[in-house]
């Protein structure tokens, strides 16, 4: 059974930083696809970046500059620094898996909160 792990999110202040992982269990397949996405309260989900196995990358227009998304083959695991943080990135941030199949697998989330 596939398990996508989140950690990192927390309560930091405007300005500050925060790294999330996203490590996955029971993965006996290629990953294509691997992303972070945001839900904020009243909001639909958003994606906020994705990285392709090769390595490319793609963020949300609100990110860039601020946020760096990375992956680990090896460990199937992503992660998500986030710097000079604001209050509208508060969210619950989850992280989402493609296989080369097109099975999407979501982890359970993780609340950032951003104080002000």
């Known amino acids: 059974q596939v398990q996508l792990v989140e950690s990192g999110g927390g309560l930091v202040q405007a300005g500050g930083s925060l790294r999330l992982s996203c490590a996955a269990s029971?993965?006996?397949?290629?990953?294509?696809?691997m992303g972070w996405y945001r839900q904020a309260p009243g909001k639909q989900r958003e994606l906020v970046a994705s990285?392709?196995?090769?390595?490319?990358?793609n963020y949300a227009d609100s990110v860039k500059g601020r946020f760096t998304i990375s992956r680990d083959n090896a460990k199937n695991t992503v992660y998500l620094q986030m710097n000079s943080l604001k209050p509208e990135d508060t969210a619950v941030y989850y992280c989402?898996?493609?296989?080369?199949?097109?099975?999407?697998?979501w982890g359970q989330g993780t609340q950032v909160t951003v104080s002000s």
């Open positions: 989402n898996f493609e296989s080369a199949s097109g099975n999407r697998y």
């Open positions: 029971g993965i006996f397949f290629s990953i294509n696809g």
């Open positions: 990285v392709t196995r090769g390595g490319g990358t």
